[in-house]
């Protein structure tokens, strides 16, 4: 199982990005999947999952109506997409293979992560 993020980058407050996580070596459409973050010295949190089947869509309070996740099961991909966004989503982000919907945002349950793709937001 290999999990491959990519799109992080320094932006303004304000600004968007698009992440990338590419998932290989499994059935990716079979899966729920994860995006956490990590800001400096704190703990990792749950930001956004979707179901296998994309019927079911989850986020934290603080990116509701800001972030949005999605998955292209042709293309072994989901993204998350990030609007308005501010310096307190510094952070670097990791997508997770969930073992089931109902552990999504239990980080401590996922047995895969990628590599992380770091985000700054500069006010």
């Known amino acids: 199982v290999q999990l491959q993020a990519s799109g992080g980058g320094l932006v303004q407050a304000g600004d968007s990005l698009r992440l990338s996580c590419v998932g290989s070596?499994?059935?990716?459409?079979?899966?729920?999947m994860g995006w956490f973050r990590q800001a400096p010295g704190k703990g990792r949190e749950f930001v956004a999952g979707?179901?296998?089947?994309?019927?079911?869509?989850v986020s934290r309070d603080s990116v509701e109506g800001r972030f949005a996740i999605a998955r292209d099961d042709a293309k072994n991909t989901v993204y998350l997409q990030m609007n308005s966004l501010k310096p307190e989503d510094t952070a670097i982000y990791y997508c997770?293979?969930?073992?089931?919907?109902?552990?999504?945002?239990?980080?401590?349950?996922?047995?895969?992560w990628g590599q992380g793709t770091l985000v700054t937001v500069s006010s």
């Open positions: 070596g499994f059935t990716f459409s079979a899966y729920t």
């Open positions: 997770g293979r969930a073992p089931e919907w109902r552990l999504v945002k239990v980080g401590s349950k996922y047995r895969h």
């Open positions: 979707i179901s296998e089947d994309s019927s079911l869509v």
